[in-house]
Each structure stands twice: as structure tokens, then as C-alpha cells.
């Protein structure tokens, strides 16, 4: 198994995450066309319930086995490495069974906490049935998770990156094969289709866990995995503790990652069941925010999700061996590279928002406005995870729970007077939710960075003047693709037309972007002088050997 520098493993991560949100964005034009609105919307109940119980039943053991293993490794204590896996497999073993139990049993409870008294659209037995389904994947993929998690704290990122692409074509396969064969094939309905689709997370999860597994058979000595380790100075008990202390913060940072979605959706059902729109249209606006949109989201928000990975054990050794300047420079590299692709990318999506929304679920005003503004939840929540990984790894956890929890709070607080606000303003209500969203992650990792930059004097100059140049192709970028759709026609209800729409505004913004970026020297300044130059010669030889 081969290591990865930073740069390249943010790289690697990233690059199966994107390919595997891809795929995730892919898989819903099918599957929404054979489980309909209504069948959609009992999905996405299943599953914000399935992700928030899944944040529980893992108690960020993953992220802090990639710490601790990533810390160990550095002092060479292969023994007290060793043993933090086996113990943190032991502790998931516990939680795992105990978190389905919970989720199995008390499904019925949580579908009445769901949809309350609307009717005229799923039933709460529907939710109750789908929510069973989905729960047999807690007994699978925490296990998953911790295993990635030891193998990412080697800095080894192409073994769990390609273990999480068989868990995603395996998942499809199993939601796409199943729910179509139960509602088109044998007209079982569209609750029975989408109850099989929901095992595609456990059968998904088996076989990346089986994949790793068998990897990680091969290299047990690179692994440390061997019973010949040197005892280490270091006992069972500290171990627990250590793993337990790093584990809570992260804990906390998906609990409230998955509560904003939950809350969203009760709150946006609530309240605009209140406002008087009518039950399909009140499923469709919640389950829109808090799932259908977050998948368009996804090639966004992947950004982050692959460079924390490689973030922060990372920033783990170089705040091991006291390097504070390293660890600067880490800092602001990951702020400049978030900001330098998930810009464009946001902006791009939202001002192709109707055509894009039309490819994926039919053509929808509601759903398209409610893209345009949720694409920007997704630069807030990568901000928001970035600074929290970096948090965590320099230990700073009350700095943690002070940012995640002041974050969530606004984000509640926010969500039902914006909603009311924006409707007596003669705006769309539900677009209050998205805003309060925004402001809630703004604040998260305002409270983050600024928390690090008091107590270390860590300085944001190189992302700012970064940002600050970013401005130009940005702007640039607009005013093209804004010319372009005066010039090019488009029919949101031929989804060819959209496609080929997308495509051309799509390629000639972003190649308007990266050239000015390029030419102004960007590349440099957000990926670094060594990184350009590699790539350079990579690509020289590339064309060399042609």
C-alpha cells in the first residue's frame, strides 16, 4: 500500500468522491422517474432519518481513528496504534447493534415526528416500513468507516477511495435493479420499491467492507497488524480515553452537519403546511431542500469531503512535530483551494439551475429557485467542514463545540421567522430555510477560523489576496455565460436540449475561468509554485511519449 503526500491525496480523495457524487447525481434521473414524487419524498425520509442515526451510531470514531492512528504512526508506537483499532472495532461493535436496535424499534415514533398530521401523501406506516429497511445499514457501514479511517491515518488514501466506489456501484445497483423489477416489473408499488432501494446501502456497504478487508490481509506488516509489534508505554484504558476525547468533537460536527437537514425538513413541513400550500407540493418543497437539491449539491460539497480526508492527518503531523508555519500553510492552501473550485462551480450551477433541475427531476420553477440558492448551502457547509477538520486537528475542541453549536442554533432560530419574512415580502418562503442555512454555516466557521487565528496568530492573508484575485475570472465567467444564454436557445422540457444547454455553457465558462485564472497566475498562488511545476513536466512527458 503506497502513501500520499497532501496535494495528492486531497487529489486522489477528491477525485473518487467526485466520481462517486457523480454517480450519485446520475442515479436519481432514473430512479425519481420510477418511484414518482411521492415514492422520492418517502426516500428521503428514510434517509435523513438513516444519516442522522448513522452520525450516532459511528460517534466520529472514523475521523478520530485517522488522528490517532496518523499520531501513533508519527511517534513509531506500532503497538498503541495496533490496539486503537481493535479497540475502536470493539466500541463500534457495541454501538452499532445498539443505535439499529433503537432506529428498528422506535421507527414508528420518528415517522409520526416526520409528517405529523399531513395526509394526503406517504402514511406513517410508509415511513415506519422504510425506515426498518434502511436501518440495516447501521450494522454494516460503521464498521466500514473505522476501517477507512486507520487506513487514511497511514496516509494510504487509494484503498478506502476505491472501496468507496464499489460502495456506491454496488448501492446503485441494488436501488435502481430493485425498485424498478418491484414497481414496473411485478406492481408491487412505489413504498415496496422504494423499501428494496434502501437495502442498497447495507449490500453497498458489505462489499466495500469486504474489499478493504482482504486489502488490508496483504500489507498487515506495512499496517502494523503483525503480533510482533514492540510493546508500547501505553495502556488499553488511555487508548480509550484518547479516542474517546477525539471522537466526541466529531460527534458533535456531523450530528449538527445531519440535524440541519432534519430540522430544515420538519420546520419547512411545518411551516408551510401553515402557510396553506396544499400536501404534494409541501413534500415536494421539504424533501427538495433537505435531500434532491443536496444531490445536485453534492459535485460541490465533495470538494471538501476528499481534501478533509487527507487534511487532517495532515495537519495531525505537522502539529505532532510543533510546525506551526507548516501548519499555516496547510490552512490557508485548503481555505484557497476550496474557494478556487467551489465558487465557480456554485455560480455555474445556480445560473443553469432551471435546465439542470429539469435533466434530473422535470422541469420545476420551485425546484429550480430552490437549486439557485441551495447550491450556495454547499460552499457554506464545504467552509464550515474545512475549518472544523482543522480544528479538530490542532485539538481545539471547545473551539469545536462553540462553532458547531452556535452555527445550528442561528440556523433554527432563523429558519421560521425567514420563512415568514420572505413570504410577507412577496418572496417564495421556503427560500428563508436556504438563507438561514448559509448564515448558520458563515458563523460555524467564522467562530473556527477565528478561534485559530487568536490563540496560534495564524494569519489568512494568502487566502485573502487569493480570493480577492479570484474576483476577476469570476466576474468574467458571468458575463459570458449570461451573453451565452441570450444566444443559445434552450427547451426545459426536452431534456437533450437541456443537456447540450448545460454542456456548452458549462465547458466555454469554465475553460473562460481556469484560462484567466491561469494566465493571472491563480494556479500558483492556490496550488503552489512545486505543484504547477510537477504538472508541468508531467504533462511535457506526457506529449514527449506521443
Known sequence: MRRSSFIEGTFIATFAIIFIKILGMLYVIPFYAIVGIQG???????YNIYNMFLDISTIGLPIAMSKITNEYHT???????????????????????????????????????IIGNLTGGNTIENVTTAIRFVSLAILVIPYLSVTKGYLQGHNIINIPSVGNIIEQIIRIIVVLAGSYIAIKVLNLGSDIGVDIALLGAFVGGLASYTYIKLKMKKSKEQLSLTEDNKKDNVTNKEIRKKLISYAVPFIIINAVSSLYGFIDLLLVLRTMEGLGFDTITVEFIATSISTWAGKLNMIVTSIAMGMSVSLIPSIVESFTL??????????????????????????????????????FYGQSDIGATILSVSIFTAVGLNLYMISSSIIQGLNKFKTVYIASISGFLINGLLDVPLMLLFNKLGLQPYLGALVATIIGFLVSTNIALGG?????????????????????????????????KYIIP?????????????????????????????????FKDVFGEETIDKFKKKLKRLTFKR
Open 75 to 113: 511517534l513509531k508506537m506500532m503497538d498503541a496504534k495496533k490496539r486503537a483499532y481493535n479497540i475502536a472495532i470493539n466500541i463500534m461493535r457495541f454501538v452499532s447493534v445498539a443505535v439499529f436496535l433503537t432506529l428498528f424499534i422506535f421507527a414508528k415514533p420518528l415517522a409520526i415526528l
Open 40 to 46: 422520492s419524498a418517502l426516500y428521503a425520509y428514510a
Open 490 to 522: 434552450v427547451n426545459l422540457e426536452d431534456k437533450l436540449s437541456c443537456i447540450l444547454f448545460i454542456a456548452s455553457n458549462g465547458l466555454i465558462g469554465g475553460i473562460i475561468y481556469v484560462v484567466i485564472s491561469w494566465k493571472m497566475n491563480i
Open 322 to 359: 510543533k510546525d506551526w508555519s507548516t501548519v499555516n500553510k496547510k490552512i490557508n492552501s485548503a481555505l484557497k483551494i476550496i474557494l478556487f473550485i467551489s465558487l465557480p462551480m456554485a455560480i455555474g450551477i445556480a445560473m443553469l439551475a432551471p435546465s439542470i433541475w429539469s435533466v
Open 452 to 484: 485559530i487565528k487568536k490563540e496560534h496568530k495564524m494569519s489568512y492573508k494568502e487566502t485573502i489576496n487569493a480570493l480577492l484575485k479570484m474576483f476577476v475570472p469570476l466576474i468574467i465567467m458571468i458575463v459570458v455565460v449570461v451573453l451565452l
